[in-house]
C-alpha cells in the first residue's frame, strides 16, 4: 500500500473538524516527502484544507460550505508533542471559559515548560508563556487555576470579589486538592497566600501548612478583600 493510500484511509477514519499533524498519519520520518505531495492532492481536491504550517484538518461539510473546526481544535495540535500534553491555554481566552470574564481575546496564550508556542491560525496569534512546571494531563487544569488566582488582579473586565467565589466553588469539586497545593509552592508568594485563604474558606485548611511555611511572615498582599469575603484574609497577610 502506498503512502498516499494509508494517509486517505487514516484521514478517511477521521471524524470531520479534527485537526492533525504528519506525526499522526503513521508515516515514517522518510515517508514526509510522500506524505507532503499526498496531503496537496488530497487539498486541491477539497478533503482537507491547512490550518498553520505543518497542521491540517479536515473541514465539516455543510450546504453553507465548509467549516472550519472550533478553536479548542485548532489549537489543541499546539498542546501536545507525540500523544502527550505539553502545553495549555492561559490568559483571557482560558478566565473567559472559567466565567471570570466576558471578554473574548482575538489571540491566545499558550503555556509551556521548555516550548515556545509562537504561530499564527488564520487572523489568531499564538503566544508563548513560561509555565511554573512541566505541563501533564494530569496537572493541567490544576495550573489553569492558579493561572487565574495568579492573574486575579488583573482580568480584564472582571470582579475580584466575584472571581474568588468562582473559583472557590471550583476547588470544592477538585479531586485531589492536594495537588493544586504542591504545584502552588512553585507560584509567587501572594498567589500562595491567596491559594491557602481560598482553601481555608472551602473547609479544606488542614491542606495548607506547606503554603503557610512558604510565606515570609513578614510579607503582606494587598488585594482589597475584607474578611467578609475570606474569613482568614489576616491570617494569610491579605488585604
Given amino acids: 500500500m502506498t503512502v498516499a493510500q494509508r494517509i486517505g484511509i487514516r484521514i478517511a477514519d477521521m471524524r470531520d473538524g479534527t485537526t492533525f499533524k ?3 498519519l503513521g508515516i515514517a520520518p522518510s515517508e514526509y516527502s510522500a506524505a507532503t505531495k499526498a496531503i496537496e492532492r488530497l487539498r486541491k481536491k477539497g478533503v482537507v484544507d491547512r490550518a498553520s ?3 491540517f484538518y479536515k473541514p465539516k461539510k455543510t450546504v453553507f460550505g465548509d467549516l472550519k473546526p472550533a478553536q479548542d481544535e485548532l489549537v489543541k495540535p499546539y498542546l501536545y508533542e507525540n500523544n502527550k ?3 495549555y491555554v492561559t490568559g483571557t481566552s482560558l478566565y473567559n471559559r472559567m466565567g471570570l470574564t466576558t471578554q473574548v481575546p482575538k489571540n491566545l496564550s499558550v503555556a509551556s515548560r521548555d516550548r515556545r508556542i509562537i504561530t499564527r491560525i488564520g487572523d489568531m496569534q499564538i503566544r508563548p508563556v513560561k509555565s511554573y512546571v512541566d505541563v501533564t494531563k494530569d496537572n493541567y487544569q490544576y495550573l489553569e487555576i492558579l493561572d487565574a488566582i495568579k492573574d486575579i488582579k488583573i482580568i480584564p473586565d472582571s470582579n475580584i470579589g466575584t472571581s474568588i467565589l468562582i473559583i472557590c466553588n471550583g476547588l470544592q469539586s477538585l479531586p485531589e486538592p492536594s495537588k493544586l497545593v504542591k504545584l502552588a509552592l512553585k507560584y ?3 498567589v500562595r497566600a491567596l491559594v491557602g485563604a481560598m482553601l481555608e474558606k472551602v473547609g479544606l485548611g488542614k491542606l495548607t501548612s506547606a503554603l503557610q511555611s512558604s510565606i515570609n511572615p513578614l510579607s503582606s498582599f494587598k488585594y482589597g478583600i475584607d474578611e467578609d469575603l475570606l474569613p ?3 491570617k494569610w497577610k491579605i488585604s
Avoid: D, F, M, S
Fill in 232 to 234: 482568614l484574609a489576616n
Fill in 188 to 190: 509567587p508568594p501572594r
Fill in 53 to 55: 504550517t505543518g497542521v
Fill in 85 to 87: 500534553r505539553i502545553a
Fill in 22 to 24: 504528519y506525526q499522526e
